[in-house]
């Protein structure tokens, strides 16, 4: 009885050490995320094998694992920068990102777990302020965000594609500019929008009195035409013939032979 005690604490001490030790070399990565794997007496970081994938992992319980997501994420960055003329912009972008997958050791092992604040934030700054830098407010405002945003993205990839950053999409978010500045655009394209319109409808009128003097031109050529073909022998014909249908009417009418223009009868209708 006396020798259950000596043998039982240290047979608990040894299971709980055991249980302590399978604990630690237990690893579970999650979905969308991979390990890196730290060797304490092995050489440090491991850089030469692939990152250890999703999924149960046995490791020595003096290793460590440090665990990275590589799907795709999004950070946002506000900041100021300066137009082509000096005057302060803020601008508001975001970039769509991930971990290169097959070198996550040396991003670890050379750009730690912060490699966001330490790279990737500070990559898209110095572009934005280098693009954004070549154009006045007024490009800012209007047409060039397209053309700032694949700027930025480009000049961003640079920087980072050897720092083992994949870089999806850089997206320009907002562009706020000075509020004088701002007015002065919004009336600058009013008047231009004005201006516009008012050319419109001057165009407009231009095309209406054309198209009038166009129908003119042809009504008095037809009259003359008309005039030049109408000789006395036709209008006599016409009024002959005239005579005859009215004549040949039904309604009840008087007629006086030779009354009329040029000898022809003039009928009078009594309806």
Do not use: C
Not at 88 to 105: H, M, R, V
Not at 127 to 138: D, E
Not at 214 to 227: C, T, V, Y
């Amino acid at each position: 009885m006396n020798k259950i005690p000596r043998i039982g604490i240290p047979l608990l001490i040894t299971i709980t050490f055991s249980i302590l030790i399978l604990a630690k070399s237990f690893v579970t990565v999650g979905s969308g995320e991979a390990g890196v794997l730290y060797k304490i007496f092995g050489g440090g970081v491991v850089t030469d094998e692939p990152p250890m994938g999703e999924g149960f992992h046995l490791v020595l319980p003096w290793n460590k694992v440090f665990i990275y997501e590589v799907r795709q994420q999004e950070v946002f960055e506000k900041m100021n920068v300066l137009s082509s003329n000096g005057l302060d912009i803020k601008l508001e972008a975001s970039a769509w990102f991930q971990p290169d997958y097959p070198n996550l050791g040396k991003l670890h092992q050379e750009k730690s777990e912060a490699y966001k604040q330490r790279i990737l934030l500070p990559a898209i700054r110095s572009a934005a302020r280098s693009v954004v830098g070549r154009y006045t407010p007024q490009e800012l405002y209007s047409t060039k965000r397209d053309a700032i945003q694949i700027e930025i993205y480009i000049e961003t990839k640079k920087i980072v594609e050897d720092q083992y950053i994949q870089l999806n999409e850089i997206l320009v978010r907002d562009i706020t500019l000075p509020v004088m500045i701002n007015e002065a655009i919004e009336r600058k394209l009013k008047q231009e929008q004005a201006s516009e319109e008012y050319d419109f409808k001057l165009e407009v009128a231009e095309k209406e009195a054309e198209k009038q003097r166009i129908e003119a031109r042809g009504k008095a050529d037809a009259n003359r035409i008309l005039a030049a073909s109408l000789t006395s022998n036709i209008l006599r014909d016409k009024g002959i013939e005239a005579t005859l249908k009215l004549a040949q009417s039904p309604n009840s009418k008087v007629v006086v032979i030779g009354s009329g223009k040029d000898g022809l009868p003039l009928i009078l209708g009594n309806n």
